[in-house]
């Protein structure tokens, strides 16, 4: 979706961007020491969306709707711990506790009821709440049942209570689910309440603000490996996202060839996809894009289409698209234009003919199939065009529209433009339904650059007016984690969601606990930061500081306070370091983005030595470290990050922040000053 349509527009503020960075930053840095910000970061109770901090809580993301405090004590899991499930729990939760017990140094025993538990044990009961159920009964003996922020919780699709107590006089959490996907999302918060082999004191009533939250593969490029769509489906699951739309555009049997059909081996692999996708509660949806050749009003390719989709739905799949983006603008089939004439308008009644059709023929009748979506050929801005009039009029209205935001790369999303869209694709007294497909971080469009910057931008009422939202992110799976992580947090509890916290945490997540790895992430986050034609998310901020301290300290003829050097240190030992984090896929990912930043941290030593022995007048000195500077920057312009498209390229970082300091540096000495 976003190669041609954004590639034009993509540059035409990078050098206004250049000129506003340093009046910018004045403004909108108010920022830790570096040093600082790689801490632990906040401190106290956990975070709860309707405000407060509860004290003894961990932070939990997505932030809970509901943080209480609870009266009794922590729930340990390093001894025996009783699983409380009754026949048919969803499997992958009760495993997942299972492991969770484990890597706390417990051993766990399934059971149906709780019968004399052992002195010295624990229990954890989960399920769904329904009426004479043990976790239901287990809530009324906490107090709890009748609560009213619990009543809500469980009266939301994929809601739960988690509380702690004791029972038979054993500590107790119980993890109560309005359904599955409730017990699911339950066990990503006990995850995170666990600190030192014990879960926290705590009551939380939860649900998600958002239908559908989730990941969408739609970029241009390198598709990503089998192994990495099978860890991004672990992590958003754990992420409480619930959608993955498959939709590669390089994968030529949903494009170029997608009327044929997979092989046995393909199959297999997409199974695997399909099975982890549900067990990590996250429905997989597929993407069919025949846009580029087929005739809407021909038989046989409806029946292709058709035939497609059933070859999918016969492996599991439950959720269907059809984009029809990023093609002619016109009727190009000789039969449609015989059928419904030529010109946007007749283009769109085309469409919906087609749509209508598949609709009616794949979808109806299947009452476990979720609506059909589509994406519209004009899938951006909410005002009205003779094509989005015709597919509105068109269209039948269970069928749900992907649109991208005002543009195609959409900077700002707010509830205002997307109920306009609504009406826009749908009529003012039948508004439709609208998912956003959302083109961040993707960097399909420029692809030596990487966007790790928070999520900003999204109207924090989105949820009252869409049905979800995807983020597409970049060809680069693993560094799209920290913004899966942010997209997670804000459809979970948009008015809850707070950019910078809830990039603080996803850093701690995939990093790890080593507080050298944890600086080294955000160091290299912070060279990435840029969005581009985004004058909110300004060039490397962090490292901007610290060159800004820098230059004041040097012209004012005091001594450098040190913090350019040391990032210019940690700099050099990204290769080092990146590998040693929690998420190891990252480390690969950013291979030839840390190496130009490893070789620009030498480059800058060398600057910081040449200034130096310039001031002291030790020409020789001056000299040798010059020329190691030249051969950093040298070396760091190197072409080395591969692409599908456009050959190797040079990874840019810091938008030229390093360079600009390193060509001043060699001005200032040649300058003498």
């Keep these: 979706m976003t190669s041609q349509p954004v590639r034009g527009r993509s540059k035409r503020r990078r050098s206004v961007l250049l000129l506003m960075a340093a009046a910018v930053l004045v403004a909108v840095l108010v920022v830790a020491a570096w040093l600082v910000a790689s801490g632990n970061g906040r401190s106290g109770g956990g975070q709860s969306g309707d405000g407060g901090r509860v004290e003894g809580v961990p932070d939990i993301f997505p932030v809970p709707q509901h943080v209480r405090p609870s009266g009794g004590g922590s729930v340990p899991l390093k001894g025996r711990v009783y699983v409380v499930a009754a026949p048919g729990t969803d499997q992958p939760s ?225 959720s269907f698209v059809i984009p029809l983006d990023d093609i002619a603008t016109k009727v190009q089939c000789s039969d449609d234009v015989r059928e419904f004439g030529s010109g946007q308008a007749n283009l769109a009644r085309a469409q919906a003919s087609y749509l209508n059709d598949v609709n009616q023929r794949f979808i109806a009748g299947r009452p476990d199939i979720q609506p059909l979506e589509t994406v519209p050929t004009f899938y951006d801005g909410s005002e009205g065009n003779p094509y989005k009039r015709a597919l509105g009029a068109g269209l039948h209205p269970d069928i749900v529209v992907q649109w991208t935001g005002e543009d195609v790369v959409s900077h700002r999303i707010t509830r205002e433009s997307a109920e306009a869209a609504r009406r826009t694709y749908g009529s003012s007294g039948n508004p439709r339904d609208i998912l956003i497909w959302d083109n961040y971080p993707v960097n399909d469009f420029s692809q030596d650059h990487l966007f790790m910057a928070p999520v900003i931008g999204r109207d924090s009422a989105l949820h009252d007016a869409i049905r979800g939202i995807v983020t597409n992110p970049m060809i680069e799976p693993y560094l799209s984690f920290p913004a899966i992580f942010n997209y997670a947090d804000l459809a979970w509890n948009g008015p809850a969601y707070d950019p910078k916290a809830s990039m603080h945490a996803a850093l701690s997540q995939i990093a790890g606990p080593d507080p050298d790895v944890q600086a080294a992430v955000r160091a290299f986050v912070d060279l990435n930061q840029e ?47 990146l590998p040693r984090m929690e998420v190891a896929g990252f480390s690969k990912d950013a291979t030839h983005w840390a190496s130009a930043a490893a070789r620009y941290g030498r480059g800058v030593e060398d600057a910081l030595s040449m200034l130096d022995a310039a001031k002291r007048g030790d020409a020789k000195a001056a000299t040798e470290a010059r020329t190691k500077v030249e051969a950093a920057m040298t070396d760091a312009a190197a072409r080395t990050q591969p692409t599908l498209a456009y050959g190797v390229v040079t990874p840019i970082l810091g938008d030229s922040e390093l360079k600009t300091f390193l060509e001043r540096a060699l001005k200032t000495v040649d300058s003498g000053k």
């Design 94 to 318: 009760v495993s997942a506790v299972q492991d969770l017990v484990a890597d706390a140094g417990g051993t766990t025993e399934v059971v149906s009821t709780l019968a004399e538990p052992e002195p010295g044990s624990s229990a954890i009961f989960l399920g769904v709440a329904a009426s004479g159920s043990s976790v239901s009964a287990l809530l009324a003996e906490f107090g709890q049942r009748d609560a009213a922020e619990n009543k809500q919780a469980l009266g939301h699709p994929g809601g739960y209570v988690l509380a702690t107590g004791t029972t038979q006089g054993v500590p107790a959490a119980v993890l109560a689910g309005r359904d599955d996907d409730g017990v699911f999302h339950a066990v990503q918060t006990l995850r995170q309440l666990l600190k030192d082999g014990s879960v926290a004191a705590a009551t939380i009533s939860d649900w998600p603000l958002m239908e559908a939250r989730g990941v969408i593969e739609g970029f241009y490029g390198t598709p990503w490996s089998h192994q990495a769509r099978l860890d991004v489906l672990e992590f958003a699951g754990r992420q409480k996202m619930n959608t993955y739309v498959y939709s590669p555009k390089d994968d030529p049997l949903l494009r170029d060839r997608w009327r044929s059909l997979y092989s046995d081996q393909q199959l297999e692999l997409l199974k695997e996809v399909i099975d982890t996708a549900t067990a990590n509660h996250i429905r997989f949806s597929y993407a069919l894009s025949p846009g580029i050749d087929i005739c809407y009003s021909r038989e046989a390719d409806l029946e292709d289409t058709v035939t497609k989709l059933e070859s999918l739905y016969d492996l599991g799949v439950r």
């Design 531 to 577: 969005w581009q034609d985004d004058e909110l998310t300004p060039s490397a901020p962090e490292l901007r500081r610290d060159i800004d301290q820098f230059w004041a300290e040097y012209d004012a003829g005091k001594s450098p306070t040190g913090g350019l050097k040391a990032r210019a240190e940690l700099l050099q030992r990204l290769p080092e370091l």
